[in-house]
């Protein structure tokens, strides 16, 4: 277990190595949005590196604050890593969920302006990026756990239609709102403007008949 | 020193543990298709640069979308590990290129917002890698073929079954994705035209008001200056 366990942190690490990866500033705090239904299980994976491998002098202390805001803009989650973890964390409300990072590496003061590269690798679904890991002789394993991927992969799409269409039907009322807003204040500027306009000439009339003018 | 020393042997072993598990991992059957897709505020006047890794003869698809922000448009520059800028696009609203085949190194997708002053952009971009390096790779994942094909059906073709459904579903995703963002940016730009309507008309409304009775109390200020004037 030992070896196995090492042997899937080491993997992620090079997988993550592969990826993408952005500059963050020492102090400076990075977010991603991600538009999250329901109900889904979400999982990060980052790792935390000096911009000039070969610069790294010192045993510094890096680490990161993952913060997570659900669409009312709380916090969920909230949690301190060291330079390389893992965060999940499922969303309990459907909409745009910020996912931020913050070096509070603590030697950074020392060098001034330094910077950090970020590997980030966010995936959402519960299908497990380590089904590779799990290699047996066994035929029928090897296909069952392709089987069980492809489901996932399925029920992954499944669910994102299903808010797809959610979104389109807020998208609906959001269009029909403006369509009678536009109608409504229509029908109320011409109805003020003929009353003005009414209005303007009564008072102009009287004015004229009050100086005998008229 | 000998601290150091054999920390650099212990770093050098774990490199070469790790060489070795990449190295078996790809030949058994790493999937080949890598795709990342990122929504990010990019705040007015700034530039965000992001770095992707990539291999040799991989081919590389990026496409970008802004979804928020007044005007819709985005600068990008795409940057090869050797310093080519091989992609330059000025205030565009979305994009998709092809990189093919790709050099070993890592590629820099630069975001420019600098020309606006005043309004962040929300932009959304995807990189899809089609790693050519393990596609013929797999063949070693089945052993002992022999013991289905009573069945009528070889292994080897529902292996393959399930390799082409694996890639139509990554495509699907794929394409999800980009309609997701589509709905985005149109659902901003719906919020925001409510707003605006609101804010315009009752603008509007205020104004003809205001006209209205200034018209009135001018005329009648002009009628009683002429009267001063004249008596």
Not at chain 2, 30 to 50: Q, V
Not at chain 2, 106 to 126: H, Q
Not at chain 2, 186 to 196: A, G, I, K, M, V
């Amino acid at each position: 277990m030992g070896l196995r366990g090492v042997g899937f942190l080491l993997q992620c690490y090079l997988v993550l190595a592969t990826g993408m990866y952005f500059d963050l500033g020492e102090q400076e705090e990075k977010c991603i949005i991600e538009e999250i239904p329901e109900d889904t299980l979400v999982t990060g994976h980052f790792l935390l590196e000096p911009w000039d491998l070969k610069a790294l002098t010192h045993s510094a202390h890096l680490g990161v604050t993952a913060t997570v805001k659900d669409p009312n803009h709380e916090v969920q989650m909230s949690k301190r890593y060291g330079k390389f973890g893992k965060f999940t964390f499922t969303a309990h409300a459907s909409g745009q969920h910020y996912l931020c990072f913050q070096t509070n590496s603590t030697r950074f003061s020392v060098f001034a302006g330094e910077r950090l590269k970020l590997h980030l690798d966010v995936q959402m679904g519960e299908h497990s990026t380590d089904h590779h890991a799990v290699k047996t002789k066994d035929n029928m394993e090897t296909l069952e756990n392709s089987l069980t991927h492809l489901i996932d992969q399925m029920m992954y799409i499944a669910r994102q239609q299903e808010y797809q269409r959610e979104k389109e039907e807020v998208f609906r009322q959001i269009s029909e709102n403006t369509n009678g807003k536009v109608l409504w204040w229509a029908v109320v500027q011409t109805s003020i403007l003929l009353s003005v306009g009414f209005w303007q000439m009564k008072r102009l009339k009287d004015f004229f008949v009050a100086k005998k003018l008229v | 020193m000998h601290h150091q020393h054999r920390m650099m042997y212990v770093s050098a072993g774990l490199c070469l543990l790790a060489c070795l598990i990449l190295t078996v991992d790809l030949t058994l059957g790493l999937r080949p298709n890598k795709n990342i897709a990122f929504t990010f505020i990019l705040p007015a006047g700034t530039t965000e640069c992001f770095y992707q890794t990539t291999a040799r003869e991989d081919s590389m698809e990026v496409d970008y979308q802004v979804i928020a922000g007044s005007g819709l448009d985005v600068g990008f520059v795409l940057i090869s590990p050797s310093g080519y800028r091989l992609i330059s696009d000025f205030r565009r609203s979305d994009g998709i290129h092809m990189v093919d085949p790709t050099e070993d190194g890592d590629y820099r997708l630069c975001f420019d917002n600098s020309f606006s002053k005043l309004s962040e952009k929300m932009v959304f971009f995807e990189v899809i890698i089609n790693s050519q390096s393990s596609i013929g790779g797999a063949q070693d994942e089945w052993v002992d073929m022999t013991m289905m094909e009573s069945t009528g059906y070889k292994l080897e073709d529902i292996r393959a079954k399930i390799d082409t459904v694996y890639q139509h579903l990554e495509r699907t995703r794929q394409i999800q994705t980009l309609l997701r963002t589509f709905e985005a940016r149109d659902r901003y730009l719906l919020e925001d035209n409510l707003w605006r309507v609101s804010f315009w008309s009752c603008v509007n409304l205020l104004v003809m008001l205001a006209v209205a009775v200034t018209q009135i109390y001018t005329l009648q200020r002009l009628f009683d200056n002429t009267k001063r004037v004249c008596t």
